[in-house]
């Protein structure tokens, strides 16, 4: 089996508003606490006997949160499935404008064609769907868009960034993050963050790197860098700027790590008041 998304008592649902039902109590199961907001999503499913014509899903207004360690990992379905009966999904859209990942607001709209999956029913009586990874014969097509504001997305880094400096007693007192366009494909990033720790160690630390994608859907890293001007602060990131700076010219074939029935046709992105990551499948 793929993957297994429990639905409740079987048998399976075979009216739009049970589905919908089911699959937004399933969501929120498999979230937990670390989700906000998923009460308010729209789920609307419209079935074709076994088939679902389509899905769409709105996330406007959700709120993912970093797991905390505190809460549970949802339990996982695994019953010994005794009955699968075989479905399309015809096209999935997903929109959320925006939803909030960790404090930063993100506008998504994805639209997939093509997915398989089944109506499965495992021995404890309980409905579900089997998630089927996708073949060269049975291909996914779509597209997705993600985007961010640019001082969105550099509020939510100094955030984190605060918060990670902070339990090692250090205080961030300022930071600014920098992002430009190199290439339909390719980003640049500039970081300075100035670092106070006790009454007499203050120094500005500067990062720097870059990514591009060509034409064969391969990202390329480069010109990774941390700087200080202080001796001191110089000498401690001495420790492990060779491990950051090491990325530099590390590849990553994008295609060639999705299944053979998900071809990545195209990237694109571009860097103006927001940031927009657009992907193309087919």
Same mark, same amino acid.
């Given at each position: 089996?793929?993957?297994? /998304?429990?639905?409740?008592? *079987?048998?399976? &649902?075979? #009216?739009?508003?049970?589905?919908? %039902?089911?699959? !937004? @109590?399933? $969501? +929120?199961?498999?979230?937990?606490?670390?989700?906000?907001?998923?009460?308010?999503?729209?789920?609307?499913?419209?079935?074709?006997?076994?088939?679902?014509?389509?899905?769409?899903?709105?996330?406007?207004g959700v709120a993912v949160g970093l797991?905390?360690?505190?809460?549970?990992?949802?339990?996982?379905?695994?019953?010994?499935?005794?009955?699968?009966?075989?479905?399309?999904?015809?096209?999935?859209?997903?929109?959320?404008?925006?939803?909030?990942?960790?404090?930063?607001?993100?506008?998504?709209?994805?639209?997939?064609?093509?997915?398989?999956?089944?109506?499965?029913?495992?021995?404890?009586?309980?409905?579900?769907?089997? /998630?089927?990874?996708?073949? *060269?014969?049975? &291909?996914? #097509?779509?597209?997705?868009?993600? %985007?961010?504001? !640019? @001082?969105? $997305? +550099?509020?939510?880094?100094?955030?984190?960034?605060?918060?990670?400096?902070?339990?090692n007693g250090i205080q961030l007192t300022?930071?600014?993050?920098?992002?430009?366009?190199?290439?339909?494909?390719?980003?640049?990033?500039?970081?300075?963050?100035?670092?106070?720790?006790?009454?007499?160690?203050?120094?500005?630390?500067?990062?720097?790197?870059?990514?591009?994608?060509?034409?064969?859907?391969?990202?390329?890293?480069?010109?990774?860098?941390?700087?200080?001007?202080?001796?001191?602060?110089?000498?401690?990131?001495?420790?492990?700027?060779?491990?950051?700076?090491?990325?530099?010219?590390?590849?990553?074939?994008?295609?060639?790590?999705?299944?053979?029935?998900?071809?990545?046709?195209?990237?694109?992105?571009?860097?103006?008041?927001?940031?927009?990551?657009?992907?193309?499948?087919?």
């Open positions: 089996m793929d993957a297994l /998304l429990p639905l409740g008592p *079987a048998p399976r &649902p075979t #009216t739009d508003d049970d589905l919908a %039902a089911r699959l !937004r @109590a399933s $969501l +929120a199961a498999l979230a937990g606490s670390r989700v906000q907001g998923l009460d308010g999503a729209t789920v609307t499913p419209v079935l074709d006997g076994a088939d679902l014509t389509s899905l769409d899903v709105d996330l406007t797991p905390t360690g505190q809460q549970s990992p949802p339990a996982h379905w695994r019953p010994a499935v005794e009955t699968r009966e075989p479905g399309t999904l015809r096209t999935l859209r997903i929109d959320a404008h925006p939803l909030t990942a960790v404090d930063l607001p993100v506008d998504v709209t994805a639209e997939l064609a093509g997915l398989t999956f089944a109506w499965v029913t495992g021995d404890d009586a309980q409905a579900g769907v089997e /998630l089927v990874e996708p073949t *060269a014969d049975t &291909p996914v #097509t779509g597209s997705a868009r993600v %985007a961010v504001s !640019r @001082a969105g $997305l +550099a509020g939510a880094v100094q955030g984190m960034l605060a918060v990670a400096l902070q339990s300022s930071f600014d993050l920098d992002v430009t366009q190199e290439g339909p494909r390719g980003a640049a990033l500039k970081a300075s963050a100035g670092i106070r720790k006790g009454m007499f160690l203050s120094a500005t630390i500067t990062a720097t790197a870059s990514a591009a994608v060509d034409d064969a859907m391969v990202l390329t890293v480069g010109d990774v860098h941390l700087h200080s001007g202080n001796p001191l602060v110089a000498a401690m990131l001495g420790a492990f700027r060779g491990k950051i700076e090491a990325a530099t010219g590390q590849r990553v074939d994008l295609a060639a790590s999705l299944p053979p029935g998900v071809h990545l046709r195209d990237v694109s992105l571009d860097v103006g008041d927001d940031v927009v990551l657009t992907a193309h499948l087919g």
